[in-house]
């Protein structure tokens, strides 16, 4: 089942933007699957169990932390020589926010884990974008390119009955480009979705701060955000999802 899908359809621009092993999806999948755990951090052997693997298109990242922060506080979860991972969450009901800080080539990652049950998310991958794609992507919009010195908020669109064609939302805050990815996958410069496109609507360039979403035509729209407020650091892509019924 698909949990965050956050730029997934740039997957598709690797034919044309970047090299074979250039991938960005800061989505988590989960799937069903066996599970063996360390502990969690309070030393608990029945929380949710939490595990997955992080790669940089097809390639494992071993020794890499991914920060978890929650109600209770925050920990930390490492890689192992086959970029994967697994632990236990202290608490079952809980909002966890998954963090990956940006080491030299790549670009950090966070999103969120709503309402962890105690099946908790298993087999997840999380996979990092590399600067050679992000750079690709921005030969293909022209100026002003993405920067490292800004942050980046892929609002995943969950559009349920409404029509995606036209269908965006105003941001709190200044960002350009705001894009999105037509048929094909080729990224467009847009405020809005468009039809027989994709339903990622990415804001770039954003300075580093809190970001709630305010909009005005957000539940005008018969829409929702999914995720509590997040702090937008320097490259580093925050995604947030948005559901509409």
């Known amino acids: 089942m698909l949990q965050f899908r956050a730029l997934v359809a740039l997957l598709a621009l690797l034919a044309c933007c970047s ?10 999948i989960q799937a069903d699957g066996g599970f063996d755990a360390s502990p969690a951090p309070d030393g608990s ?14 390639t494992p990242l071993a020794d890499w932390t991914l920060e978890l922060d929650w109600a209770g506080g925050q920990f930390d979860v490492v ?6 991972f697994s632990t236990r969450l202290p608490q079952v009901d809980q909002d966890y926010q998954v963090r990956i800080a940006p080491p030299s080539g790549h670009w950090g990652h966070s999103s969120w884990l709503l309402n962890v049950g105690s ?26 390119a993405i920067s490292p010195e800004f942050g980046v908020v892929s ?6 009955n409404v029509s995606i064609d036209g269908l965006g939302f105003d941001f709190n805050t200044s960002s350009d480009p705001i894009f999105t990815f037509g048929e094909g996958g080729v990224p467009i410069e847009s405020p809005t ?12 360039n954003i300075e580093p701060q809190l970001l709630p979403i305010a909009s005005p035509n957000l539940a005008a729209s018969g829409c929702s955000q999914l995720a ?10 925050v995604t947030l999802v948005v559901s509409c019924d």
């Open 45 to 58: 052997q029945d929380g949710p169990p939490f595990s997955g693997t992080l790669t940089a298109g097809n």
């Open 119 to 144: 099946e908790g998310r298993t087999d997840l991958t999380y996979t990092v974008a590399q600067d050679s794609l992000m750079s690709g992507i921005s030969n293909v919009l022209g100026d002003p």
């Open 193 to 204: 979705l468009l039809g027989g496109g994709d339903t990622v609507l990415i804001f770039a």
């Open 79 to 84: 890689t192992d020589t086959d970029g994967a």
């Open 228 to 237: 509590p407020p997040s702090e937008l650091q320097a490259k580093t892509i």
């Open 19 to 28: 090299s074979p092993s250039s991938s960005i999806d800061a989505g988590a």
């Open 155 to 160: 609002l995943d669109i969950r559009p349920g």
